[in-house]
């Protein structure tokens, strides 16, 4: 876990030490996997993670995410999320993660994934409680992108 994420975790862990959401994220992220967390260095690879995150869930759900190259950055992605400040879309794709990481989804695949992988029922569940997380993360990258104007002019 990159040393951002470990302290900002902390911080929102000793606010609401009972927050279920918080608990999950960091049952996940406590499982290192070595996933390449460089992105994290820089104001714009937090956006850049975020981004591809929200366009692979709203193209094809979380199975789209996972089963693209985004999928190679699950764990960066959770971290940016909670850099960002999107706790509650962080809690999602840790549900998500954990879900993939108990039952991985095949590296050779074909459109019909979609419909007969045994993930597909409970992926979209989690695709719904992604669309019930207010404020979008649209609105939140817009924040972050007017915060840090100047990393991205």
Known sequence: MHEHTRERLARLLAERPDDPTLQKIARVLARETGADNRDLNSVRG???LVQNYEAEVYNGGHMQFFLNSTGEYAEPTLE???LLGAIEHAGVLAEALALVRDNPLPEEHGSEIYRTSPLAGPL?????AYWQVKPELAT???AYYEQHRESFI
């Not at 979209?124 to 719904?128: G, N, T």
């Open 46 to 48: 937090i956006a850049y």
């Open 80 to 82: 940016a999320l909670l």
């Open 124 to 128: 979209h569940a989690i695709d719904r």
């Open 140 to 142: 939140l990258l817009q």
